[in-house]
């Protein structure tokens, strides 16, 4: 579900160009591999910290 919502979130401001996000990765060498780097990588940290919050959830369980 971290995943998901990661690539939502890093999607939502590549089309928004929020922070001038896009206007930087348009000037790149390989803006579709940045593109994608972005996307993944925001999905790979959304994913791990809802898994380590699941976890400590189970963890702190009474």
Known sequence: MGA???AV???VLLAGNYFGISNVIATSE????VQIVFVAGM???F???AAITGFLFLVHED
């Open 4 to 6: 998901v919502f990661g």
């Open 9 to 11: 979130f890093a999607l």
């Open 30 to 33: 390989a803006p579709l591999v």
């Open 43 to 45: 999905g790979g940290s």
């Open 47 to 49: 994913a791990f910290c």
